[in-house]
C-alpha cells in the first residue's frame, strides 16, 4: 500500500502533466468546476466566434456577480489590449464582451494578486 506522500505525489505530477498539455492557462475554483454545465471546450469556441482571428490568453471559470460564467481574456493581432468575452457556464450564452486596455490589464491583474493574498 502507498504512503498518503506518495499518492499526493503522484496526483501531484498528473496534476501538472494535465496543465502542462493545456494551451492555455485556466484557473478553476474547485467548487465552480462541478456546476458548470457547459464545458470549457463548448464555452471557448462560443468566445472565439465572436472575436474572429483571436487567440485565447488566458481563461478562467468564476462566479460574477453570483452567476458561474467562464471569463476568456483573447488577443487580436493587430489590436491592443485583450476583449474580454464571459460566457455563462450554464448555458452557454454570451454575457458580455468588453475590450480591456493594456492598463486595465495591468489593473485586474493586481486586484486578482491581491484577493488571492486574502485568501490564504
Not at 464555452?43 to 488566458?58: D, E, M, S
Not at 468575452?85 to 450564452?93: P, R
Not at 475590450?99 to 488571492?116: F, L, P, Q, S, W
Request: charged share 30%; glycine share 6%; no cysteine.
Amino acid at each position: 500500500m502507498s504512503s498518503p506522500k506518495t499518492l499526493f505525489a503522484m496526483a501531484l505530477a498528473t496534476a501538472f502533466t494535465i496543465t502542462a498539455s493545456t494551451a492555455v492557462f485556466a484557473k478553476t475554483r474547485p467548487h465552480a468546476a462541478t456546476d458548470a454545465k457547459v464545458t470549457m471546450k463548448a464555452a471557448r469556441a462560443t468566445a472565439l466566434a465572436r472575436v474572429p482571428g483571436g487567440k485565447v490568453q488566458a481563461a478562467e471559470l468564476e462566479r460574477e456577480h453570483g452567476k458561474l460564467v467562464y471569463s476568456f481574456d483573447i488577443r487580436v493581432p493587430g489590436k491592443s489590449g485583450v476583449e474580454e468575452v464571459q460566457v455563462d457556464a450554464m448555458k452557454g450564452d454570451i454575457v458580455s464582451q468588453v475590450h480591456e486596455t493594456a492598463k486595465a490589464e495591468r489593473k485586474e491583474a493586481r486586484a486578482e494578486k491581491t484577493e488571492a493574498k486574502g485568501r490564504r
